[in-house]
């Protein structure tokens, strides 16, 4: 994290202003990765920077595109979302997972969120998240 005045920037992304993320959205069906991009593009107003079916996909893609936020669905085949997590601790990347029902929460460990949740309630769980994981201590703007 590099602090300059009041702004903080991790990565490419830089804080103090509207915060432009770079999402990787991973999810074993089309037609729920083609809904979050049009979420993700249209009323959050972010790039989605490549998509993924399985988590090992999900993986590759987030390392390749040094996506930001990588968004996967938390029963995606292929790799556990535990092990996506563990496998991107080391990055930038923060990782949220989707979930279809609300009693999943329970099982999971990291920001998560229901897919069906409104645009503003998915910014919202998102850029708490990304304040978590790179430590910005209420920074990050909308």
């Known amino acids: 994290m590099v602090q300059n005045g009041r702004s903080r920037s991790v990565g490419n992304v830089k804080f103090g202003a509207p915060v432009n993320l770079r999402i990787a959205v991973a999810d074993s069906v089309t037609a729920a990765r083609t809904s979050l991009r049009q979420v993700v593009e ?10 993924a079916a399985d988590g090992f996909e999900a993986v590759r893609v987030a390392r390749a595109t040094a996506a930001d936020v990588l968004l996967v669905e938390c029963t995606i085949g292929g790799l556990p979302l535990s092990d996506i997590r563990a496998l991107l601790a080391s990055s930038h990347t923060v990782v949220v997972g989707l979930l279809d029902r609300p009693e999943q929460h329970a099982a999971q460990t990291g920001p998560s969120t229901l897919k069906t949740v409104p645009a503003d309630a998915l910014r919202t769980r998102i850029l708490a ?14």
């Open 129 to 142: 998240a990304v304040e978590e994981r790179w430590h910005l201590g209420g920074v990050v703007g909308t």
């Open 42 to 51: 249209g009323p959050l107003g972010w790039q989605v920077v490549g998509e």
